[in-house]
């Protein structure tokens, strides 16, 4: 069946960074959109990053456009989000995603990794 494994998550002061890394099996890496969503407890997972299947193109969420890059190794089945110049509002759980499209839209997405927690003191 198909897995999406978060890591890297963690505790980090404000201006911090940390890599997260999402490793997946069961799929055709290659030819999926991965991504990555984050929630907040009491609000809904909001969009941060996707990447298009053979890399390349990207998008990011206007929040964390410039401090956060995302990335994927195809040969590794494995996608990763450098966060930099972390703030406390970055404060969510964030879970990795595999879809067919290149979007922000949560519903489009097929799979869903566990969620890995990243926490940001001030």
């Known amino acids: 069946q198909v897995q999406l494994v978060e890591s890297g998550g963690g505790l980090v002061q404000a201006g911090g960074s940390l890599r997260l890394s999402c490793a997946t099996s069961g799929l055709t890496f290659s030819s999926y959109a991965m991504g990555w969503f984050r929630q907040v407890p009491g609000k809904e997972r909001e969009f941060v990053a996707v990447i298009r299947w053979r890399g390349g193109t990207t998008y990011y969420a206007d929040s964390v456009k410039g401090r956060f890059t995302i990335s994927r190794d195809n040969a590794k089945n494995t996608v990763y989000l450098q966060m930099n110049s972390l703030k406390p509002e970055d404060t969510a759980v964030y879970y990795c995603?595999?879809?067919?499209?290149?979007?922000?839209?949560?519903?489009?997405?097929?799979?869903w990794g566990q969620g890995t927690q990243v926490t940001v003191s001030s």
């Open positions: 995603v595999a879809g067919r499209s290149v979007v922000t839209e949560r519903d489009m997405y097929d799979y």
